[in-house]
DNA sequence: AGATTGACTGCAT
DNA sequence: CATGCAGCCAATC
């Protein structure tokens, strides 16, 4: 526990600060986190561990969409979460980000 | 220290 | 709408 959290931990406290019913695009994220690129997000979220509190399921890409983990019914899983959340999807399997987006921890 | 990879993004074809 | 290419930066080998 160092006072200065590695930039993967400060992702893991930023994602979770996303309210429930509200998602955040890699993009926002990185750049909330200190201006690193979406990559390091979306491999942060690849390395969260199972079972800490980073509601990794919030986090989409840009295109307002889940990511295509490949294989496995993980993005679905994560599509479920997220209506269980109250996030609408589109006819498309879309998010409405003009609504959902979240604003970050200034709301 | 160098090469490879990745739950990304944007533009071009 | 599908595919390709380049830019991006940290983790990993």
Known sequence: MSPIPSLHERIYELVRQIPAGKVATYGQIARLAGGCSARIVGYAMAG????????????????????????????????????????????????????????????
């Not at 840009?62 to 109250?86: H, N």
């Open 48 to 107: 969260v561990p199972d079972g800490s509190n980073v509601p990794w399921q919030r986090v989409i890409n840009s295109k307002g969409r889940v990511s295509p983990r490949g294989e496995g019914p993980g993005s679905l899983i994560q599509e479920q979460i997220l209506r269980e959340e109250g996030v609408q999807f589109d006819p498309t399997g879309k998010i409405d980000l003009a609504k959902f987006c979240w604003l970050g921890p200034a709301g």
